[in-house]
């Protein structure tokens, strides 16, 4: 079975994690624009070369550049066949209408938005303490999901660090421009009838078992 699904909420409400929990349970493609980006920039691309400044001022990358990006993710063959958990597109309302007639064109519909709520104060907590493995992608806490040893990944034994933009007045621009750009998309999917709330406090398999329960997977 396959699930078409978009997940919001602010920097650190943990997308991410629950992104990875929803693939374990089932092969369906993780599409994380935050991760694209950051493997851009990585490889010097063109469009890493243009992001970067965004990116590490927690500002936007343009509509355009992301529309574009996402459009060429989409097309490929396991996106209609399996489905996909978007994580960190849209964000914002043009991007939403983009995705809209992008799956029109390819006869698709959104089956659910996941919208993960959690206060500023926790975003802050969180991101502050968390690290991230460039290799792998494994996400940790230094609180509440240390690494065995320090400093490396229990994945892939790769170099566990802080991202750039995980610095406390990074985040709170961050937050700023998702309240202005990102929430209004909370509306437009609750218009659509596709908005289910999950509390991005609790466990990490909130959103599976939401996806349980509205039969989505
Ligand atoms: P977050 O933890 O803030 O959800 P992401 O890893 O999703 O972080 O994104 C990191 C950065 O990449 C964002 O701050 C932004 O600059 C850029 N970015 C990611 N996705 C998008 C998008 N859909 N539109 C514009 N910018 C994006
Ligand atoms: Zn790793």
């Known amino acids: 079975m396959s699930a ?11 997308k991410g994690t629950q992104a990875a929990k929803i ?6 493609a993780h599409i994380s624009t935050g991760d694209i980006l950051r493997d851009s920039v990585k490889r010097k ?19 355009d550049l992301m529309i574009g990006m996402i459009r060429s993710r989409m097309v490929q063959g396991d996106i209609a066949a399996g489905g996909f958990i978007l994580d960190g597109f849209p964000r914002t309302t043009v991007q939403a209408e983009a ?4 799956l029109e ?25 968390r690290r991230v493995c460039p290799s ?13 040893a320090e400093g490396i990944c229990d994945a892939c034994g790769g170099s566990v660090i802080q ?8 985040i709170r621009n961050r937050l700023m421009v998702y ?39």
């Open 179 to 217: 309240r202005e750009r990102t929430s209004p998309l909370i509306d437009y999917y609750e218009k659509r009838g596709l908005l289910y709330r999950v509390d991005g406090a609790k466990s990490s398999d909130t959103a599976v078992r939401l996806l349980e329960s509205i039969g989505v997977m």
């Open 163 to 170: 991202r750039d933009d995980d610095k406390e007045q990074v």
């Open 23 to 28: 693939k374990e349970k089932r092969n369906i």
């Open 136 to 148: 792998c992608g494994a996400i940790y806490n230094v609180i509440v999901r240390p690494t065995k």
């Open 99 to 102: 995705l809209d007639r992008l």
């Open 105 to 129: 064109d390819m006869s698709l519909c959104l089956d659910a938005a996941l919208f993960l709520e959690i206060s500023d104060d926790e975003v802050v907590r969180r991101l502050t303490n």
């Open 4 to 14: 078409r699904v978009v997940l919001l909420g602010p920097p650190g409400a943990g």
């Open 45 to 63: 691309t063109e469009i890493g070369l243009a992001a970067k400044s965004y990116m590490d001022s927690g500002r936007l990358v343009p509509d």
